[in-house]
């Protein structure tokens, strides 16, 4: 459960907390669209002093429908990020979403320290190749389909079994090139329904059978504010109570909107398991 980010080893047995930073003008929740350089420091200023652990920047905003963004584009989201965060807080340690090897090539030679990938290899198939060239850890999500076409693609047999499945594919694959350091995200809202979430947050507990570190990325996501009858921008006490439970069933890391609060999720979890 330790992960090398640039020489530093990181002991994820104690739950982690991921600040989201998107440079993107659609993402799904609006305090979360940080464009300018200034919003963008401020944000990873404020994160930081709240405890963050690790800054995830990404340029290409995935809900379901969400439109297509060239390529070009996103590196002109990412990169300037990438550098004006290392060159304001130099010892952040930066996650970038992404699926294309290209924006995850440039972003590591930026230095970017991790690189989280909703496709785990299925969008681009020359990702995991340079995830083990340049040794950072590789955070490989579920999903189906693309951005663009994955709510139409949750029909499954057995949802648990066939995401582990899809998840022992894609270990061995990676491990066969020679990555070191994995995370597993189950991918809550990407080719799920609303029960399908639920299901698969109950029983996250038997994702550590493939003993790998475990990322729950729940943050104000629609299983919360659909169920509550509310909105993104009203779904913060939602997003702490599946924190919570997430955390109970296994997950190491904390993908969130709102650093302050996940942080005191995992200093109470702690005490609570001591």
Same mark, same amino acid.
């Given at each position: 459960?330790?992960?090398?980010?640039?020489?530093?080893?990181?002991?994820?047995?104690?739950?982690?907390?991921?600040?989201? #930073?998107?440079?993107?003008?659609? &993402?799904?929740?609006?305090?979360?669209? /940080? =464009?300018? @350089?200034?919003?963008? !420091?401020?944000? *990873?200023?404020?994160?930081?002093?709240?405890?963050?652990?690790? #800054?995830?920047?990404?340029?290409? &905003?995935?809900?379901?429908?969400?439109? /297509? =963004?060239? @390529?070009?584009?996103? !590196?002109?989201? *990412?990169?300037?990020?990438?550098?004006?965060?290392?060159?304001?807080?130099?010892?952040?340690?930066? &996650?970038?979403?992404?699926?294309?090897?290209? =924006?995850? @090539?440039?972003?590591?030679?930026?230095?970017?320290?991790?690189?989280?990938?909703?496709?785990?290899?299925?969008?681009?198939?020359?990702?995991?190749?340079?995830?083990?060239?340049?040794?950072?850890?590789?955070?490989?999500?579920?999903?189906?389909?693309?951005?663009?076409?994955?709510?139409?693609?949750?029909?499954?047999?057995?949802?648990?079994?066939?995401?582990?499945?899809?998840?022992?594919?894609?270990?061995?694959?990676?491990?066969?090139?020679?990555?070191?350091?994995?995370?597993?995200?189950?991918?809550?809202?990407?080719?799920?329904?609303?029960?399908?979430?639920?299901?698969?947050?109950?029983?996250?507990?038997?994702?550590?059978?493939?003993?790998?570190?475990?990322?729950?990325?729940?943050?104000?996501?629609?299983?919360?504010?659909?169920?509550?009858?509310?909105?993104?921008?009203?779904?913060?006490?939602?997003?702490?109570?599946?924190?919570?439970?997430?955390?109970?069933?296994?997950?190491?890391?904390?993908?969130?909107?709102?650093?302050?609060?996940?942080?005191?999720?995992?200093?109470?979890?702690?005490?609570?398991?001591?």
């Amino acid at each position: 459960m330790t992960i090398n980010c640039q020489g530093k080893l990181i002991d994820l047995n104690s739950p982690k907390v991921m600040g989201i #930073i998107n440079t993107t003008p659609n &993402s799904f929740y609006a305090e979360s669209r /940080k =464009v300018s @350089e200034k919003d963008i !420091l401020n944000q *990873v200023e404020k994160m930081l002093k709240d405890g963050a652990d690790f #800054i995830d920047v990404g340029g290409y &905003s995935t809900p379901p429908g969400a439109p /297509k =963004v060239e @390529e070009t584009e996103e !590196l002109k989201r *990412v990169l300037p990020a990438i550098e004006n965060i290392l060159k304001h807080f130099p010892e952040t340690l930066i &996650s970038v979403d992404t699926f294309r090897a290209n =924006v995850a @090539e440039k972003s590591i030679e930026a230095g970017a320290a991790i690189i989280n990938d909703i496709s785990a290899g299925n969008l681009d198939q020359e990702m995991m190749k340079t995830v083990a060239k340049h040794q950072v850890p590789y955070i490989m999500m579920h999903m189906r389909g693309t951005p663009q076409t994955m709510k139409d693609l949750n029909q499954y047999e057995d949802i648990l079994q066939d995401i582990l499945f899809y998840f022992s594919e894609k270990i061995s694959a990676a491990r066969a090139l020679g990555i070191n350091d994995l995370i597993v995200d189950p991918g809550f809202g990407f080719a799920k329904n609303i029960n399908q979430n639920f299901e698969l947050l109950s029983k996250m507990e038997l994702f550590k059978t493939l003993e790998l570190p475990l990322l729950a990325g729940l943050s104000r996501k629609s299983l919360i504010y659909k169920t509550l009858k509310t909105s993104a921008a009203e779904a913060l006490n939602g997003t702490t109570f599946l924190n919570t439970i997430a955390l109970n069933n296994g997950a190491n890391i904390l993908r969130v909107h709102d650093v302050k609060e996940a942080v005191e999720c995992t200093k109470l979890f702690a005490e609570l398991n001591k």
